[in-house]
Nanobody, 121 residues
Framework: QLVESGGGLVQAGGSLRLSCVSPENNLDRYDIGWFRQAPGKEREGVSC????????NYADSGKGRFTISRDNAKTTVYLQMNSLKPEDTGVYYC????????????????WGQGTQVTVSS
């Protein structure tokens, strides 16, 4: 199971950087995706990155504002979120997949417990 951190309360226009790690230090074996779930809504994909970092995908909601990256030496995947909006509020999860080609949840595994992001207006 993966572990997310870095969430918090931020004003609109602010930034947060989320981190995703594996307690087993094997994150470098997988493509990793970030998802989020707002209250009363379905969990939706935000971004994903390939094992080497050369392939990244973004949902329209985060394009131009979010940047996914990874440091395989530290076995950490990051999600830098800038220009945050109140609609970005939700619990953010990371999960592992064999291939970062989209955000079909059934193709992702080892979901973490999530980290809460709250953006105030």
């Amino acid at each position: 199971q993966l572990v997310e951190s870095g969430g918090g309360l931020v004003q609109a226009g602010g930034s947060l950087r989320l981190s995703c790690v594996s307690p087993e230090n094997n994150l470098d074996r997988y493509d990793i995706g970030w998802f989020r779930q707002a209250p009363g809504k379905e969990r939706e994909g935000v971004s994903c990155i390939s094992t080497g970092g050369g392939i990244t995908n973004y949902a329209d909601s985060g394009k131009g504002r979010f940047t996914i990256s990874r440091d395989n030496a530290k076995t950490t995947v990051y999600l830098q979120m800038n220009s945050l909006k109140p609609e970005d509020t939700g619990v953010y999860y990371c999960a592992a997949t064999a291939f970062c080609s989209g955000f079909q949840k059934s193709r992702y595994h080892y979901w973490g417990q999530g980290t809460q992001v709250t953006v105030s207006s």
